[in-house]
Nanobody, 115 residues
Framework: QVQLVESGGGLVQAGGSLRLSCAAS????????MGWYRQAPGKQRGMVAR???????NYADSVKGRFTISRDNANNTVYLQMSSLKPEDTAVYYC?????????WGQGTQVTVSS
């Protein structure tokens, strides 16, 4: 089994920055990708940023140039550095680990950006 624990969410003013962390534990012997998804009230969960096991990254168009995903392999931790935050970035952010054929999710952390 895999456990994912997020931290770093909170309330920030527009234009500010936050860094989210996701610590993975359990049966972590290989994975295909880790990433961050978000879900705002009344909207579907969508991909924000993802990093593959070979280091390749993907970002949603809405966050390109503002968010950066990175990883610490030694500590099985993935980070999401968020800058120039906008009110529309307000959502619950979920950490995801994809290991064929399963998806694992964290419990989510709230990010609220005030205008």
């Amino acid at each position: 089994q895999v456990q994912l624990v997020e931290s770093g969410g909170g309330l920030v003013q527009a234009g500010g920055s936050l860094r989210l962390s996701c610590a993975a534990s359990g049966s972590i012997f290989s994975w295909n990708a880790m990433g961050w998804y978000r879900q705002a009230p009344g909207k579907q969960r969508g991909m924000v940023a993802r990093i593959s096991s070979d280091g390749g990254t993907n970002y949603a168009d809405s966050v390109k140039g503002r968010f950066t995903i990175s990883r610490d392999n030694a500590n099985n931790t993935v980070y999401l550095q968020m800058s120039s935050l906008k009110p529309e970035d307000t959502a619950v952010y979920y950490c995801n680990l994809y290991r064929l054929p399963y998806n694992y999710w964290g419990q989510g952390t709230q990010v609220t950006v005030s205008s």
